[in-house]
């Protein structure tokens, strides 16, 4: 995967961030702010927990919750993460699409990386095809990414990874 530096918005000393930083800033991240289209156009922005498997970012909505209506009908979403700061850190914005995870044995693998992650406060049981059962029923969605954007800010460069040929 090739980074293109966008010298357009990034100090004339500034190198492309390579991709190992970004992942580890993807993969590291406690929390991630996801971004849906409502039916009516509108975003729908909500701060979220996450889990990187497999060489993907993957999370989890309850079918009651608005990204969860909003991923029916439309599967494009931009998932951030970053330091919050100005003059340090890495911010990093991944654009894709959703894919529902439904197998078993991979939402179980899924599972064990949020203990990994988080704790066994964010244990989850596995049923047939989503986490929980019932009204606590969650639906898992892996995230394919088009492309990724990661913005350093000592030096200043903003870095594009196309992971598609589609914009």
Same mark, same amino acid.
């Given at each position: 995967?090739?980074?293109t530096?966008?010298t357009?918005f990034?100090?004339?000393?500034?190198?492309p961030?390579?991709?190992?930083?970004?992942a580890?800033?993807?993969?590291?991240?406690e929390l991630?702010?996801?971004?849906?289209?409502?039916?009516?156009?509108?975003?729908?922005?909500?701060?979220l927990?996450?889990?990187?498997?497999?060489?993907?970012?993957?999370?989890?909505?309850?079918l009651r &919750?608005?990204k969860?209506h909003?991923?029916?009908?439309? /599967?494009?979403? !931009?998932?951030? #993460?970053?330091?919050? +700061?100005w003059?340090?850190?890495?911010?990093?914005?991944l654009e894709?699409r959703?894919v529902?995870?439904?197998?078993?044995?991979?939402?179980?693998?899924?599972?064990e990386?949020?203990v990994a992650?988080?704790?066994?406060?964010w244990r989850f049981?596995?049923?047939?095809?989503?986490?929980?059962s019932?009204?606590?029923?969650a639906?898992?969605?892996?995230? &394919?990414?088009?492309?990724?954007l990661?913005?350093a800010? /000592?030096?200043? !460069?903003q870095t #594009?990874?196309?992971l +598609?040929?589609?914009d």
């Amino acid at each position: 995967m090739k980074p293109t530096l966008d010298t357009r918005f990034s100090a004339p000393e500034a190198a492309p961030t390579p991709w190992p930083e970004v992942a580890r800033a993807l993969e590291g991240a406690e929390l991630y702010w996801l971004t849906t289209v409502r039916a009516d156009g509108r975003p729908h922005v909500t701060p979220l927990i996450g889990v990187e498997h497999q060489g993907a970012m993957h999370f989890c909505t309850g079918l009651r &919750e608005q990204k969860a209506h909003n991923l029916e009908h439309n /599967d494009r979403v !931009a998932l951030t #993460t970053g330091t919050n +700061t100005w003059a340090q850190g890495l911010d990093v914005v991944l654009e894709g699409r959703t894919v529902r995870v439904v197998d078993h044995d991979a939402l179980q693998r899924i599972a064990e990386a949020y203990v990994a992650k988080y704790g066994e406060v964010w244990r989850f049981e596995v049923g047939d095809d989503a986490f929980g059962s019932g009204e606590r029923e969650a639906a898992v969605f892996r995230i &394919e990414a088009d492309k990724v954007l990661a913005f350093a800010k /000592d030096p200043h !460069a903003q870095t #594009t990874f196309r992971l +598609t040929t589609s914009d």
